[in-house]
């Protein structure tokens, strides 16, 4: 057992619980460049802690030049010695709307299409499942054009 506290190590109040009415609570926002059009953008970053989930690194990238975005959230706590299982029926179209907090070491499956999202083969997302699907989707067709030619000039 550490005699230091987690709370000591981590400075504790630099990790606020997140809130949607704390008006002086602003995220730091840095300029950076942009991966998609090179020009400078903004990150905005949050330290923040959700509940159940720990401390938390929220980024989000955008650029005024290009209009591009990117989400992105990642762990800042320690990774934790044992895992939990979480189940979701999706029932209704609703049920795509839910609210997901996902580690990038997490593993999503869906039993019912023998589909799975390995851990670490997506970034940590907030997002949504209907979201998740979408990333799985896009994650899938990134570069199948390049994959067919690449087929066809071997065989
Ligand atoms: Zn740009």
Redesign the pocket.
């Known amino acids: 057992m550490s005699v230091i506290s987690e709370e000591h190590v981590r400075g504790g109040s630099v990790f606020k619980d997140i809130s949607a009415d704390d008006d002086d609570w602003q995220p730091t926002e840095i300029e950076s460049l ?1 991966m ?2 090179y ?1 400078n ?1 903004t990150t905005r970053l949050l330290l923040t802690k959700i509940p159940f989930f720990k401390e938390i690194i929220l980024s989000s990238f955008s ?1 005024a ?2 209009g ?1 975005t990117n989400t992105e959230i990642q762990s800042a706590g320690r990774i934790q010695e044992q895992g939990v299982c979480y189940t979701l029926k999706v029932k209704t179209k609703e049920d795509l709307n839910r609210e997901v907090v996902k580690a990038d070491s997490a593993t999503t499956r869906i039993p019912e299409l023998d589909f799975e999202i390995p851990a670490f083969t997506q970034k940590g997302s907030l997002s949504t499942i209907e979201g998740l699907l979408d990333r799985a989707v896009a994650g899938l067709e990134q570069d199948q054009a390049v994959r067919a030619i690449r087929c066809l000039s071997t065989n």
Do not use: D, S, V
């Open positions: 942009c998609n059009c020009k953008g650029c030049n290009c591009w």
